[in-house]
């Protein structure tokens, strides 16, 4: 049967959700928006506070649990908390306690002793980040290029790694200001493409890490971006996510690939979020001024912003319905890489068209930094280009409406 | 919760009307559209499927309760065969779910059954007015009470089957609101010229105006249930129709371009086109999406479905637009020619913004 309901369970939580981004976020949105590199911990100690109080996971991305009984709802309830709180600042939504990314990664392929051994972290009485490191700066979307290396040791049964990693999201907070861990991508047969590449956990404090350079941003300011080099950096053996050893086909490099049938319908949540609080500000202030829409009227009779501001509605709701439809086929077991890289194609899209045009509307007061306007337009932008640029999504979505495999169509 | 999974018998007739749509309607739909004729055969054995049977309850003469859910589903799939011929096997409906919708229960058991009992006839259903910013709470069209008789005057465009029609729906302002009445053909005062109109698309539809001067039919033919719930039933019905056309073109332009080679490759490898059929499967499955949930807000009464609805049909009426142009701009000269269907598809899918009242379950 289609059905369109918010499950209860949701719904509850919503509410909390939405108490959080009026009281906690908005209010300090703007201060960490011109105080880049300041750490909300009044913010964050009260989402940990609140998260532990709930149960723990919070809005973990370790979603996941399989053996739960009863319709899942995981993804589903993630995505909603992600939409909310991105709806709130989605800088601050960024400085989320808890498992994010790197537990995506220990979710996805590690083993039950590493789920625990890293997992269990987050449900301490102090907040802990992780982080995904990926990205090198002649490494983006092309993943195959990473050049970063991990060596056994046999004699110590350690892996030593090396290299330099680049834009990782809450690197610092990870590293230097919680107990927290890194989740290193790196090869352990560089003449081995794709086949070789593995991901590694580098929890704080392994000496050989350092933070040595934090980014200044467009936007989501309140969020960190660090650089983290790895130099003769050891963790041991049992710290590799995945088979030790290099096989012929891809599968580890594909199976790992699949956490972003889980991830990217969470960013795209987060521009949905995003794009609803624009569009619920510009039509406050049109309101405020005595413009009111008016929903039923032919094309033809409806001034240009009434036009625009039901496009904008048309473009964010469908959007929004693209990323339920793909957290719920995660949620039923569906496979739901087409569905996933299309909600995040066109959540990106929408959140800078809707930011884009919100700005042009309000005009001197849409650019001006007194409204929250100018700063969502500069937040929005890092949604099409993070978790899979809109292009990359793009090749995805092609590849597979087109059955075609990477070598016809690249 | 949430679903995008139709129900078993949602699927049932899903399959039914996709076979009919694979096997009769799209290799007859270019014939149709060049002799300007649709066969009767073919009207007759859609109507059979019952897509507008099963949302018409026991009582007057169907299969069971109204879901707009089933009866979006339907359409689309209908719609992806061919559009001309989906609104010809479904024009009847123009009839009886205003009725249905609208309409006391005397006049439910009056009509409906006579109309849904049987092989098709033509009903129709008269909205659209020739005027460029047409709007349907805002009908030029008059009704006024005179004596025991409403008085009708004003001027109709694109009423399908106008000429042979048993019955119609005529749409007209009343204190300020739009109202269905019921007109029996052969009315004084109702003239339809013996030629056809022309249109961009749809000529396998035999359209006609109508004009009404000085129309009196009787006080028991106004439907007096509120207008919106009608518009509503057309709008998601456009919009999903808007779909199945989309979809066809999509799929269309993605095998040409799967087959067709340049430059020692197909031109569906090169990310020029790659990247225009991703993104037309990204607008048809979100406006798909939009469509389902307004479709689900009506069957549950939620207060937002006249919105959803509207925004829906908007939504869809552009997709369709940007889906089917690229489709012919994908197949490039060979999209022009008429042997292929992609230029119809074009031509049907610029009219979604103009088409409503042409359709509804």
Known sequence: MIEFEVPEKITGVMNVIETVAVNMMRPVARYFDEHEHEIPWDYINFMHTAAKAMGGGGTSMAAGDKNREGPRLAYQRLAFMVEGLSWGDPGLYLCMPGGMLGSAAVAAAGTDEQKERFLKRFKGDTPVFDAMCMTESQAGSDTSAIRATAVLDKTTNEWILNGEKIFVTAGHKAMLDSQGFIVVWATIDPSAG???????????????????????????????????????????????????????????????????????????????GLARATLGLLKEMLAEKGVTIRYGLP??????????????????????????????????????????????????????????KAVEIMGPLGYSREYLLEKWFRDAKISDIYEGTGQINRLVVARLILEYRSKDLS | MYSFEPSEEQKMLIDAVNRFATNDMRPAAHDAEESGQYQSRLIDKGWELGVLQASIPEAYGGFGDRSVVTGVLAAESMAWGDLAGSMAIMAPGLFTMPILLAGTEEQKKTYIPAVIEAAWQPYTAALLEPKFDFDANDVATTAEASGDEYLLNGEKTYV????????????????????????????????????????????????????????????????????????????????????????????????????????GMKVAQKQAIAFMLAEMAIEIEAMRALTWEAAWMLDTGKPDATKQAYLAQTGAADMVMMVTDRAVQILGGHGYIREHPVELFMRNGRGFATFTGLAMV
């Open chain 1, 194 to 272: 794709r086949a070789g590449m593995r991901s590694f956990v580098v929890e704080a404090g392994t000496p050989g890490a350092q933070v040595t350079k934090m980014e200044h941003k467009l936007g989501i300011r309140a969020s960190d971006t660090a650089s983290i080099v790895l130099q003769d950096c050891r963790v041991p053996f049992i710290n590799i996510l995945g088979s030790p050893t290099v096989e012929t086909t891809t599968k580890g490099f594909k199976g790992a690939m699949a956490t972003f049938d889980a991830t990217r319908p969470i960013v795209a949540a987060q521009a949905i």
């Open chain 2, 160 to 263: 399908p089957f106008a000429s042979e029609a048993k019955s119609m729906i005529v749409y007209a302002k009343m204190d300020g609101k739009t109202r269905g009445f019921i007109l029996p053909s052969g009315t004084p005062g109702v003239t339809i010229p013996a030629e056809r109109q022309k249109l961009m698309g749809l000529n396998a539809l035999p359209f006609y105006s109508v004009k009404l001067e000085g129309v009196r039919i009787p006080k028991a033919n106004i439907l007096p249930g509120e207008f919106g719930p009608v518009l509503d039933a057309s709008r998601v019905t456009l919009a999903s129709m808007a779909v199945g056309v989309a979809k066809a073109a999509f799929e269309y332009s993605r095998d040409y371009a799967k087959d067709r080679d340049v430059f």
């Open chain 1, 299 to 356: 094309r033809q009779k409806l001034t240009s912003i009434e036009k625009d501001v039901i496009d904008m509605e048309i473009q964010l709701r469908s959007a929004w319905l693209l990323v339920i439809k793909a957290v719920w086929m995660m949620d039923n077991g569906k496979p739901n890489s087409l569905e996933s890289s299309m909600s995040k194609v066109r959540a990106g899209d929408v959140v800078n068209k809707i930011t884009q």
